[in-house]
């Protein structure tokens, strides 16, 4: 039987500039804003959702074995816990399990939403600490990424990211870039998030001052 991915329903993943915390239903509203974006839904190959379809979405991602999603939080503001999670959204990260046949390959996405937040590494750490934290917690060990071949920034950024590009799709006009974890490569993505802390979601969904003693 295949893991359940709601494995991350309580995880949260705290790095230098993002946050990555489960995606709920209070994250709905600000989500179902960016995707009335002509761009996003462009970049993202996906069709915009009334707010009830986009509830739907998020209980059938929530509830899917096969994908595990975080919303991405600009740290500094959230930490400092000034805003809520729904205002200090950036974007979101998914990892999906798309082969039956073989649980170790992961599909990999990366959107930041917000423009004023697009290169400036925010996209590059969160997709680091969802790859760390698929090799450490869902047995991953090879990394897939479709990406609009248009979309260079992305493109780029994953091979950065140490993955090359494989196969490129003129009909679906996307490039499919790849990366296998080897001793060498788990060695460097745990070494790129070794400042990353992992805490439960519950415990920090308290109050701001319920937290003094």
Not at 111 to 124: H, L, T
Not at 128 to 149: N, P, R
Request: hydrophobic share 35%; glycine share 6%; charged share 30%.
């Amino acid at each position: 039987g295949a893991v359940t991915m709601r494995i991350n329903e309580n995880t949260v993943l705290q790095g230098k500039r993002v946050t990555l915390v489960p995606y709920t239903s209070a994250h709905v509203p600000r989500y179902h804003e960016w995707m009335q974006s002509e761009e996003l839904q462009r970049l993202t190959a996906s069709e915009p959702l009334s707010l009830e379809q986009e509830y739907e979405m998020q209980r059938s991602w929530r509830d899917d074995a096969d994908k595990c999603t975080f919303i991405v939080l600009d740290t500094e503001r959230w930490s400092g816990q000034a805003c809520g999670d729904e205002d200090c959204m950036v974007g979101d990260v998914n990892l999906f399990l798309t082969d039956t046949e073989d649980p170790t390959l992961g599909e990999i996405e990366i959107m930041i939403a917000e423009p004023s937040y697009r290169g400036r590494g925010f996209g590059k750490e969160a997709t680091l600490m969802m790859m760390s934290y698929g090799v450490t917690d869902l047995g991953i060990t090879k990394f897939e990424a479709k990406i609009g071949q248009e979309n260079e920034a992305s493109i780029c950024m994953f091979k950065k990211l140490h993955f090359k590009e494989v196969a490129v799709n003129t009909v679906f006009q996307e490039v499919t870039l790849r990366l296998d974890v080897s001793d060498q490569e788990r060695r460097w993505l745990l070494d790129q998030t070794n400042h990353m802390q992992k805490k439960s979601y519950s415990d920090l969904k308290l109050p701001a001052g319920v937290l003094e003693t």
